[in-house]
Every structure is written in structure tokens, then in C-alpha cells.
């Protein structure tokens, strides 16, 4: 268990500081302060607050995508199907952003709304997040210091060398997020029009790695399928009754880095898999971006529920 612990934890930093790469290294670079938007559906987790937080919530808008940071306080929003249309699937929805912010909109809420779109029941974790300075200045300074203190030389000049082992990263106030979260969907089940043998979770970049961290670590948490997009791609210790897993990334994501090993390690474990490794797409597409093959993905997700009969009720033995 260490050993799987330390590699996970490998995979989660990695996430992280690739996630501040890109966002140091955008084209434009431009964040906007963002006033914080009401959330009237939003339901607190009452998991408690970050130790050391330094300032206070706040939001801003990148690439036109609202997003959160130095989150104290997790919640969860709930997605519901219109009336008629559910069909008892219920999903966790994780967004990513480096566990430093959170990109609610494009791989939260849209997540979500798409899959209320297909009667599935969906969730969105805002889950408390690791402190960042208070100023966007000082906050995009940070990152790059962050990035530039993990990243070693390139070893000829040339050819870029691989990250330096990150440090260790004590994801318990996520975790904690996350299995509370599930407690609230199982107990209000019912209300909700929930099926809980037919529970999940999905997750982007350091959502995906939250995703793959419960799955593998949590004690409370029974996923029945997970969604790990286009998070961290090393091996893991699967665990012996580990639920069936749905991987997307594209090949020009510096995550991939032409890696398969935790879909490896699913196929070593005889536990059901699918892979989808895209063309194009880049890190942090969301549902996607114009001219890009990995733009259906949500279709073939849907359709692998479908397929493995997550969308519709069990029968009863």
C-alpha cells in the first residue's frame, strides 16, 4: 500500500505542475479578475477549512472559462435530469486546475449539464484547494517559481529532460471532500432519483487524479465506474475489486508523454477497461474544442455506460 500510495502521489504532483505549465505558458496569459458568481445550488460539505489559507475566494475568468482558488470550503452542486428523463445513473463530477484552482465551468458545470442532458444524475465537487497568494500577479508568480523549482535542465540542450520526482502531496482534505460528497449523494439518494449501485465518478487533470486517489485509497467511497480524463498515465496497484475504467487523453497532451501504464495496470488486473488516446486535443478540453478528434469523447463515454447497462436499472435479485 505505501508503494502504491507513493506513486500515486507522484502521478497527482505531476499533475499539478503541468497544470501551472500550462497555465504560466497560455498564448495570451490573460486572466481577469471575476466577481464571485452565486451558486444558489450549491450545498456545503462541512468538511472544514485549509490550514495557512492566506486570502480568501476568489475567481477569475481565463480562455473565457470562470474558475475558483483558494477554495476553503467544499461543495457540491447537483445536476438533476428534467423530470421524466432520468434513468438512475448518478456521476461525481471533479474538475481540475492543479488542486490550486478549480476550472468549474469548463470541466464542471457544462460536465454536468451534459450529463443531467442524458438523464444521468451529476454532482460537481468544488473540493478545498492548496493556498495561492492572494494577488492574480503574485498567484501566476507562484505557479511559475512552483514549475520552474520541480522542472531539472535539459540534459543536452536539446532534448527536454524528464520532471524531478515531486515532492509528496497530502491530498486528505480532498479525499475527505470527495467521501463526503459521496455520503450526501447516498443519503439523499431517494430525493435525488439516484441509483446507487450505478454511482461514479469523473474527473479532469487533477480531478482525474482526485478520481483515481479514491478509487484506490478510499474506505467509504463505492464506485461502481470512473472517468479518469486526461489525468496522470503511470502504473498503479489496482485493487482486487476496482470498478470498470474509462481513460481519455490525447496525444499531444504533455501528460501522456507516450505512457499506458495505469491502463496496464487495469488490463493486468483483469478489471474492465477502455482507452481512448486521441490524436489531438491538447490538456484541458473539457466536452472540446473546435477542429479536435478528442471532441467525442462524451459521446463514446455515453455510450460505454450504455454499453455496460450503467444506464439503466439493474434487475433485482
Known sequence: MHNTLHKLTKIVMLIALFAITTF????????????????????????????????????????????ARNITKATLTPF??????????????????GF?????????????????????????????????????????????????????PSNDGKKEAAPASPPRMDLSNQLQDAEAAYAMIVKRASEWGVDTARLGMIG????????????????????????????????????????????????????FRGQFGVIDSWYKAGRPVEFHLYQNGGHGFGLGNPGRTSNRWFDAFIHWLDVNQFLVAKAKK
Open 24 to 67: 504560466a505558458m497560455a498564448q495570451d496569459g490573460t486572466i481577469y479578475p471575476l466577481a464571485t458568481p452565486a451558486e444558489p445550488n450549491a450545498i456545503p460539505l462541512g468538511t472544514g477549512g485549509v490550514q495557512g489559507q492566506p486570502a480568501q475566494e476568489t475567481w477569475f475568468r481565463q480562455w473565457g472559462d470562470p474558475m
Open 80 to 97: 438533476l435530469p428534467k423530470p421524466g428523463k432520468a434513468n438512475g445513473a448518478a456521476v461525481i463530477v471533479a474538475p481540475g486546475g
Open 100 to 152: 490550486r484552482w478549480l476550472s468549474l465551468g469548463n470541466e464542471g458545470w457544462e460536465v454536468a449539464q451534459a450529463l443531467a442532458d442524458q438523464g444521468i444524475a451529476a454532482f460537481v465537487l468544488k473540493y478545498r484547494l492548496f493556498p495561492t497568494p492572494e494577488s492574480l500577479d503574485g498567484f501566476k508568480e507562484s505557479m511559475n517559481r512552483t514549475f520552474a523549482a520541480a522542472t531539472p
Open 204 to 255: 479532469f487533470s487533477a480531478g482525474a487524479g482526485l478520481t483515481m486517489h479514491c478509487t484506490l485509497n478510499s474506505k467509504t467511497m463505492k464506485l461502481h465506474f470512473i472517468g479518469p480524463i486526461y489525468g496522470g498515465m503511470g502504473p498503479v496497484d489496482v485493487p482486487k475489486n476496482a470498478p470498470p475504467m474509462f481513460s481519455v487523453i490525447a496525444t499531444d497532451d504533455f501528460l
